[in-house]
């Protein structure tokens, strides 16, 4: 089948939790669905991975309106679902795995993975391959029967098979294209790439044709994702569905305050941070420190490497995991996304958007969002072109000021879950008319 898209951006907004046919309002709703959701974390309103906070808010979104099961898997120092999106749901459950363990345990883990990645299997879908999740998964299918199973990031499209006689519809969506993002693990490496990384990328081209031929849709953010994933699986549509977000109430503020600073925010395990945090700080800063001399660069997140945290000096500070990011966000005076690696959407600069603060970002950081440069963001895709941004809008606080307010205006008026719950709705009712 050829790629479809079911954009936000191109459908009227519906009241939150009532789709309808056509995504116009006044039409016909969907009638409420049993969802299945299928999740590798727990999903929480307040965490502080991206993706652990956009999964929740849909699932939050999607159970206003529809009957949600969620059946996550939790690791041993993670957080459990928050209460909120437990009162939400209709069934929460979770699947324990990753439990520590002596010298010997650790050793057959690894062995267990190095088998996994000859056989084809990436290490991130090993891990998340638990047989008490798939027995939990079946049992639900059996006995809450229903109509939609929805698999959030690819490592949960190999329990599509697990669900014995259930005939729903599985839905699978892919935050980020693996291989693409194994590739950009590779790149980020350099010469140092290991003999581990390039197994890895090998067995993500060939994990993920298998599991998106195994569903009957893939969901996808941005249009460079569905255009990467389209020929994998040429049976199964690709659907893009932007990311929504809950804009909050009030902006922050607009200006930052003083000493001038950068904020960068992003989580460290993912590759494509590392490298823009390393080109921030290595090469966009010292340009800009030899007019703007006391200028500080925010690095926050969690698990900064080594060369990243080696950075740190009296103009870079690298706070690694925080509580709380708004703070950081609040006193910035401008937040910057250098990133050159990676698909899917980027949480963070939606939030900043959101917030009401005056972003300089690459067109790739940007990617699955309608705005404009110069409009509601500054975009540059080389280091002096990033540094012009930059070093115009700390120059000019009514630039600023203005790029800030045109970006909250944008968020309010494009980034709710409204249109993303529509398109889903939409997406299932073709599912299970066909």
Request: charged share 20%; glycine share 8%; net charge positive.
């Amino acid at each position: 089948m050829a790629a479809h898209a079911l954009s936000g951006d191109d459908r009227a907004p519906s009241a939150l939790g009532v789709g309808s046919e056509d995504g116009e309002p006044g039409a016909v709703a969907h009638p409420p669905r049993r969802l299945l959701v299928l999740a590798p974390f727990a999903p929480r309103l307040d965490a502080t991975h991206g993706g652990s906070r956009t999964i929740a808010q849909l699932i939050d979104a999607l159970a206003r309106r529809h009957r949600v099961a969620l059946l996550y898997l939790r690791a041993t120092a993670e957080p459990p679902v928050d209460d909120a999106l437990r009162e939400r749901c209709e069934i929460v459950e979770e699947v324990a795995h990753g439990r520590r363990g002596g010298p010997v345990r650790r050793t057959r883990r690894r062995l267990h993975l190095a088998v996994s990645l000859l056989r084809g299997r990436p290490m991130w879908a090993t891990i998340c391959k638990v047989e008490a999740y798939a027995a939990r998964a079946a049992a639900l299918a059996h006995t809450w029967r229903p109509d939609i199973v929805q698999m959030e990031f690819h490592v949960m499209g190999q329990y599509a098979t697990a669900l014995g006689g259930c005939l729903a519809p599985r839905v699978l969506v892919q935050h980020e294209p693996g291989a693409l993002a194994a590739r950009d693990r590779q790149r980020s490496q350099g010469d140092v790439a290991t003999l581990l990384h390039r197994l890895d990328a090998r067995a993500w081209e060939r994990y993920e044709p298998a599991v998106m031929a195994g569903v009957h849709a893939v969901v996808v953010f941005t249009e460079r994702d569905q255009q990467a994933l389209a020929p994998l699986a040429p049976r199964t549509p690709v659907v893009r569905i932007p990311l929504g977000m809950i804009v909050p109430d009030r902006a922050l503020d607009p200006l930052g305050h003083p000493p001038p600073s950068l904020l960068f925010v992003g989580s460290f395990a993912h590759p494509p941070n590392v490298d823009a945090a390393v080109r921030l700080a290595g090469a966009i800063l010292p340009a800009l420190l030899a007019r703007h001399t006391d200028l500080v660069l925010y690095i926050v997140g969690a698990d900064p490497p080594a060369r990243v945290r080696g950075m740190a000096g009296e103009h870079v500070i690298v706070t690694g995991r925080v509580a709380d990011v708004t703070p950081y966000l609040d006193r910035a005076t401008l937040v910057v996304a250098p990133l050159r690696l990676g698909g899917g959407m980027r949480v963070k600069v939606l939030e900043a958007l959101a917030a009401g603060k005056a972003v300089v970002a690459t067109p790739l950081a940007v990617e699955g969002l309608s705005v404009t440069d110069g409009e509601q963001v500054a975009l540059g895709e080389t280091d002096r072109q990033l540094c012009d941004a930059i070093g115009a809008l700390l120059d000019s606080p009514e630039r600023r000021a203005a790029l800030a307010a045109r970006a909250r205006a944008w968020a309010v008026a494009n980034l709710g879950w409204e249109r993303p719950v529509a398109a889903y709705e939409t997406l299932y009712a073709s599912l299970l008319d066909g």
